[in-house]
């Protein structure tokens, strides 16, 4: 009987179990019947399933030991190692039920033979068979999740698991528009926003084609973006690693790469159609509402309301920075938001309407290659007392090249120069480039910027 495996995970890199590798699977069902005088007296399944920890040593690979027997007639859906890297979580389902029921248990991998300290079974299939697609650990090891083929995902949080198997949330995404592509919850992962003391949040992609965004303490979701059929995969990047923020592949063969103009249209279009469904919804904040306190508290010290500032907030995004000046008591006739996307100017105008700030200047424009507009005062583009980054530049860091292969960012020193008049400041905040790399990027015989 062929024996397949369906998950494999290895050991946390900080943990005891770093060279440790743990496998799961089992043989395709199948239905095995017993015949007496041609008719059949006993039918049952056929199938084998085992879950394994190895350890690879250099030259070979040794069995530590097996966390279920292959006689148990269950079969490993899904593993996953927590992030302190001392459990394992592992689906499985029981032959007997033709994946109607599937069970999950947590295994200690401190506790001889590595032995299950939780066990539950999970809620049933209601359409009498079904599968758990994938299983994973949030990244802080208190939540535990698992995508479903009937369109949802569940959530448990793992400090304090129910027997009876109802999960804390059940997140569901909408019917897909043919039948026929039908795969349920495909794809998942945890992401954190703004580091490991933010709590994580839940991405899923269904039958809807959407990508979904969720809290998990509210269960309400964000669309973070719309395919043309239901979702097949995505993966999200590391955008402070040069990586594309997102890559999507539908289940009708197309892949969409997020990150070009057309992506920020889309994302901004997608919170602007958030933002008028609820006003609370504003959006995201690049880098969170730490990084837009510091800078305002590091204008306040350096370039004082009491100057009447002419401030610019380069790719302002949803305004959250502008409108943030503006409640720290600047004239907000004399800050202009500026972006290249025209979905994002109207949610910044909206955010600020609500906000209570309506006479902030939101415009669309490219800031590398057009004039920006004037503001009330201004006689001249280079009049500018404060230049404000909160990203723009790392997003720049990863868009396209010209034809000639050079980088956008190559115009963007000494556009800062043109803008500002002398004296003036520019205050950036980047996660992609060190502070020596931003020294070198805008040194004084391109910019006559002096660091402070």
């Not at 299983?135 to 400090?159: E, K, L, M, Q, Y």
């Not at 569901?172 to 528009?177: E, K, M, N, V, Y």
């Not at 992609?205 to 979701?221: C, F, Q, V, Y």
Request: glycine fraction near 10%; hydrophobic fraction near 35%.
């Amino acid at each position: 009987m062929q024996l397949e495996v369906t998950s494999q995970v290895w050991g946390h890199p900080n943990s005891l179990y770093s060279d440790y590798l743990f496998t799961g699977g089992g043989s395709p069902f199948v239905e095995e019947k017993t015949f007496r005088r041609g008719k059949s007296i006993r039918s049952s399944p056929a199938g084998l399933g085992w879950a394994s920890a190895w350890i690879m040593r250099p030259d070979k690979a040794e069995r530590a030991c097996n966390l279920f027997s292959r006689k148990a007639r269950r079969l490993c859906e899904n593993l996953d190692v927590d992030p302190i890297g001392q459990r394992i979580s592992l689906v499985s389902f029981d032959m007997k039920s033709a994946g109607s029921q599937h069970t999950l248990d947590f295994l200690d991998l401190r506790a001889p033979s590595m032995q299950s300290v939780h066990h539950q079974d999970l809620p049933r299939f209601t359409n009498g068979g079904g599968q758990v697609l994938s299983a994973s650990f949030s990244p802080d090891g208190i939540f535990w999740a698992c995508a479903r083929d009937d369109n949802t995902a569940h959530v448990w949080d793992s400090r304090f698991m129910n027997r009876d198997g109802n999960p804390m949330r059940i997140l569901s995404h909408g019917p897909g528009l043919d039948p026929k592509d039908a795969y349920g919850v495909t794809a998942m992962t945890w992401i954190n926003h703004h580091g490991s003391s933010s709590r994580p949040v839940l991405v899923t992609g269904g039958d809807d084609g959407r990508i979904l965004e969720w809290d998990i303490r509210t269960a309400r979701p964000r669309v973070v973006a719309t395919l043309e059929t239901s979702v097949g995969y995505f993966t999200i990047g590391d955008v402070y690693k040069n990586e594309m923020p997102l890559v999507a592949g539908d289940n009708g063969g197309k892949v969409y790469i997020y990150w070009t103009k057309e992506h920020w249209d889309d994302v901004y279009k997608t919170e602007l159609d958030n933002f008028e469904a609820d006003s609370n919804d504003e959006g995201e904040v690049w880098f969170g509402v730490d990084s837009v306190e510091k800078m305002v508290d590091w204008t306040k010290i350096n370039v004082p309301g009491s100057t009447n500032p002419y401030i610019l907030d380069i790719g302002a995004g949803n305004g959250i920075l502008s409108i943030a000046l503006a409640d720290a008591g600047y004239n907000a006739s004399r800050i202009l938001g500026v972006d290249y996307s025209a979905d994002s100017v109207r949610l910044a105008k909206a955010v600020a309407q609500h906000r209570g700030v309506p006479n902030l200047m939101f415009e669309r424009g490219d800031f590398l290659k057009e004039d920006l507009p004037l503001l009330d005062g201004m006689n001249d583009v280079g009049a500018w007392d404060l230049l404000l980054d909160k990203g723009m530049y790392d997003a720049i860091a990863l868009a396209e090249k010209d034809s000639e292969g050079v980088s956008p960012l190559t115009l963007y020193p000494g556009r800062v120069k043109r803008l500002l008049k002398p004296g003036a400041y520019f205050l950036i905040t980047s996660c992609n480039f060190t502070e020596d790399e931003l020294k070198e990027r805008f040194a004084p015989e391109n910019t006559d910027l002096q660091y402070q």
